[in-house]
C-alpha cells in the first residue's frame, strides 16, 4: 500500500494506492487541498489542478510520475465542464498520453466536481 501525506488521507476504508507487482493502481483523487483537509476550488477546471497535484503525490510515493501512468478515468458531474477539464489534463499528460475514460457521474463525495483515478506502471 502506498501512502503520502503530501495527497489527501482516504475518507473511507480504501488507500491512496495499492503497488501490486510493477503495477500501481491509484484510488481517485477529489480537489482536496491535503493542508487543509477542504475541497479546494469552486469550478471543475480549478478542481482538476488540485485532483492532479494530488494524483502527482501519489505517484511520486511509489516513485512514479505522470509519465508512468498508463490508463486513467475522469469522473465528471457535469459533462459540461470536459472541455475545462480537459485543458487542464493536457498540461499534465502532455507527452505521456495514457488511455482514459470519461464518465458522467450524479455526484461525488464532498459536493466535488471531477474525480479522477489511475493505473501506472513501472517502466
Same mark, same amino acid.
Given at each position: 500500500?502506498?501512502?503520502?501525506?503530501?495527497?489527501?488521507?482516504?475518507?473511507?476504508?480504501?488507500?491512496?494506492?495499492?503497488?501490486?507487482?510493477?503495477?500501481?493502481?491509484?484510488?481517485?483523487?477529489?480537489?482536496?487541498?491535503?493542508? =487543509?483537509?477542504?475541497?479546494?476550488?469552486? +469550478? $471543475? &477546471?480549478?478542481? *482538476?489542478?488540485?485532483?492532479?497535484?494530488?494524483?502527482?503525490?501519489?505517484?511520486?510515493?511509489?516513485?512514479?510520475?505522470?509519465?508512468?501512468?498508463?490508463?486513467?478515468?475522469?469522473?465528471?458531474?457535469?459533462?459540461?465542464?470536459?472541455?475545462?477539464?480537459? =485543458?487542464?489534463?493536457?498540461?499534465?499528460? +502532455? $507527452? &505521456?498520453?495514457? *488511455?482514459?475514460?470519461?464518465?458522467?457521474?450524479?455526484?461525488?463525495?464532498?459536493?466535488?466536481?471531477?474525480?479522477?483515478?489511475?493505473?501506472?506502471?513501472?517502466?
Amino acid at each position: 500500500m502506498i501512502r503520502t501525506d503530501k495527497a489527501p488521507a482516504p475518507i473511507g476504508p480504501y488507500s491512496q494506492a495499492v503497488l501490486a507487482g510493477n503495477e500501481l493502481f491509484c484510488s481517485g483523487q477529489i480537489a482536496i487541498d491535503p493542508s =487543509t483537509g477542504e475541497l479546494n476550488g469552486s +469550478d $471543475a &477546471a480549478a478542481q *482538476a489542478e488540485q485532483v492532479l497535484r494530488n494524483l502527482g503525490a501519489v505517484l511520486r510515493a511509489a516513485q512514479m510520475d505522470y509519465g508512468n501512468v498508463v490508463k486513467t478515468t475522469i469522473f465528471l458531474v457535469d459533462m459540461n465542464d470536459f472541455a475545462a477539464v480537459n =485543458t487542464v489534463y493536457a498540461k499534465y499528460f +502532455d $507527452a &505521456a498520453k495514457p *488511455a482514459r475514460s470519461t464518465v458522467a457521474v450524479a455526484a461525488l463525495p464532498k459536493g466535488a466536481l471531477v474525480e479522477i483515478d489511475a493505473i501506472a506502471k513501472m517502466q
